[in-house]
């Protein structure tokens, strides 16, 4: 059966960075587009950033713009998240998330995502 792992959370002070990785197994993962996404506590979940299944294409929330980079290596079924300047609203659980797709999809709403990981937590302290 498919399986996302998310890996890489902690807590990390204002202003400083973390490195996420979702290891995918169950699927022929270079025909996925991939997210990350993020809920924080009492909020709903939001889109982070997306790529679609060659790394060529992404997009980003405007919140995360020019602080967060989305990247994949269909060798090793991994798609990570780079993550620069963080601040105290970044604190959530982060999710990856998998869609078979086209070769230029990609997804920014959550509900056309078929696979979903059990998350993992960053917090960020000010």
């Known amino acids: 059966q498919v399986q996302l792992v998310e890996s890489g959370g902690g807590l990390v002070q204002a202003g400083g960075s973390l490195r996420l990785s979702c290891a995918a197994s169950?699927?022929?993962?270079?025909?996925?587009?991939m997210g990350w996404f993020r809920q924080a506590p009492g909020k709903e979940r939001e889109f982070v950033a997306a790529?679609?299944?060659?790394?060529?294409?992404?997009h980003y929330a405007d919140s995360v713009k020019d602080r967060f980079t989305i990247s994949r290596d269909n060798a090793k079924n991994t798609v990570s998240l780079q993550m620069n300047s963080l601040n105290a609203e970044d604190t959530a659980v982060y999710y990856c998330?998998?869609?078979?797709?086209?070769?230029?999809?990609?997804?920014?709403?959550?509900?056309?995502?078929?696979?979903w990981g059990q998350g993992t937590q960053v917090s960020v302290s000010s």
């Open positions: 998330a998998a869609r078979r797709s086209g070769y230029w999809d990609i997804y920014i709403e959550e509900k056309k995502y078929d696979y």
């Open positions: 169950g699927l022929t993962f270079s025909n996925y587009a």
């Open positions: 790529v679609n299944w060659s790394g060529a294409r992404m």
